[in-house]
């Protein structure tokens, strides 16, 4: 009798959980990581097991994704969305499609990113997953925040709201990155809207969320947007915390390096250069402009690429 290949052997999780969690903490090298992975890949195949063949390949779409490298990402994600398909797992076939719009919106191609969030959405009302629609939602509204797209974002982020509010109790795990993103999409729309002094509640609770909640990811948006804040306002609004920006950005950077999100520290850069600029330290914004340029071109983010040689350019 053939063994169930549509249920994740658990021994089998467990091995590459550890592997990536060594990886994550930085007890393994990036290449040392994708060896051991890459053994235990071809272990399921070798078992012809779907449902361990797509874990693995989730888990290395993360470690790719994480990494920067975006087009490893998103075919091990493509195989993985194949494979969950096959074995009737609605709920990963979103996640993967979830993960897929990030690495697409993360590469500058818009289009395809909004097309897959959406989709997303569509299906998990259908499939009654509220907690990752509302990611879809959240992730829809932050594309349409770097599109400079404000309405669109309100709407989008109105909607990821609204699911949370209603539904916090089926988040699970899931809710301290919905929390720390949503509430990073709202300080970026308050701020537009000059209104810094009420996203300075937001930005303080998604600290206090990431902190004793979250990881470095969640770590990362929280202290980029108390960042972003502090440059609006001028100065801290409680004496807790520095009146100068850099501190928290450089604590941003700090949180995503630690999970090698390289995609993410160039975007924290790249903030933290036009704040430099705006406060008239203009020779070092040019200078990590530069050092910003060459990152987004690395890992193929041409729309941030274009971004950094245009505020580059305004300072010469």
Not at 60 to 73: D, E, F, M, Q, T
Request: charge should be negative; hydrophobic fraction near 40%; include cysteine.
């Amino acid at each position: 009798m053939m063994s169930d290949d549509t249920a994740i052997t658990p021994d089998f999780r467990q091995q590459a959980n550890a592997i990536s969690h060594a990886w994550s903490q930085g007890e393994s090298s990036y290449k040392d990581t994708l060896e051991k992975l890459d053994v235990l890949l071809e272990e399921a195949r070798s078992r012809e097991h779907r449902a361990d063949q797509a874990f693995l390949q989730t888990t290395l779409g993360y470690v790719h994704g994480y990494r920067g490298n975006l087009p490893a990402s998103i075919q091990h994600y493509r195989q993985a969305r194949q494979l969950y398909e096959q074995i009737g797992d609605a709920a990963q076939v979103a996640i993967s499609e979830l993960n897929q719009a990030i690495n697409y919106q993360l590469k500058g191609d818009f289009a395809e990113a909004l097309r897959l969030f959406r989709a997303v959405q569509a299906q998990t009302i259908t499939e009654d997953m509220p907690n990752l629609r509302a990611m879809a939602a959240t992730n829809e509204g932050l594309l349409y925040i770097a599109q400079g797209r404000y309405p669109s974002a309100r709407r989008a982020l109105e909607k990821a709201q609204a699911l949370v509010d209603n539904h916090e109790s089926e988040f699970n795990n899931n809710w301290a990155t919905i929390y720390c993103e949503l509430y990073y999409g709202h300080v970026r729309l308050l701020i537009e809207d000059g209104k810094a002094e009420d996203a300075w509640s937001l930005a303080v609770r998604s600290r206090q969320i990431a902190q004793e909640h979250g990881g470095p990811l969640h770590l990362g948006y929280a202290e980029r947007s108390l960042a972003l804040v502090i440059d609006a306002l001028g100065k801290a609004l409680e004496p807790a915390y520095s009146d100068y920006p850099d501190q928290h950005f450089k604590a941003s950077i700090e949180a995503f390096r630690a999970i090698r999100a390289d995609a993410e520290v160039a975007r924290t850069t790249y903030m933290q250069a036009i704040s430099l600029g705006k406060r008239g330290q203009r020779a070092t914004a040019a200078r990590k402009l530069q050092q910003v340029l060459v990152m987004f071109t690395r890992l193929g983010m041409v729309d941030d690429a274009a971004r950094a040689a245009q505020a580059q350019l305004s300072l010469l």
